[in-house]
């Protein structure tokens, strides 16, 4: 007999993995409704932990309305100024910046044309390819077709000849005392 306990033993239970699924399920919805909660209270407790200590700033008021809207973050004008790459990144134009995104995306554009010019190409090479095998499929087919016309014929001629002759036996007095096996 088939014993459930020597393939597994209680683990391919499917009583028990739904128990156990059931638990994990439970604990889950469970944290998930009491992590929000206890972030929200607990917040006020928890010291802030920086990534970067904070930025003195002596920027004057000016410079902060040059920005566009989307750019007037304090953290982000501060933080960097002491790495040379950095600093020559802020101080791009604004219209340097879009011009470098717009080229960089060109260039991106450029290589997905050239890939799709090559997938094309691969396409057209292996469309040829089937399309010279389908052709020699078709005259493979076609030889066939006549070669089995051919011996088609051959068999009726063949048959005709030989009732022909069984004809003529008969004629002369010959009798068939064998039996007739008829196959086709």
Known sequence: MYN???RGGVFCNPGLLRLVMLLISICLVGYLITHPLNLSS?????PRRL?????????????LFSLPSGLLNNSLLDCG????????EIKKDLIDLLSEELRLLKGVMDDNVQH???????????????????EKCNVGIET????????????????????LWESRARETGWKDLRRRYFYF
């Open 81 to 88: 100024k002491n790495d040379p790459e950095m600093s020559s």
């Open 51 to 63: 990534s970067c200590p904070p930025c003195v700033c002596d920027c004057s008021s000016e410079a």
């Open 144 to 163: 066939c077709e006549e070669a089995r016309e051919k011996a088609e014929a051959e068999l009726i001629a063949e048959r005709k000849l030989s009732a």
């Open 116 to 134: 799709t010019r090559g997938l094309i190409s691969d396409a057209r090479k292996t469309s040829s390819q089937y399309q010279k095998e389908a």
């Open 42 to 46: 607990g917040t006020a407790n928890l």
């Open 4 to 6: 459930q306990q020597s």
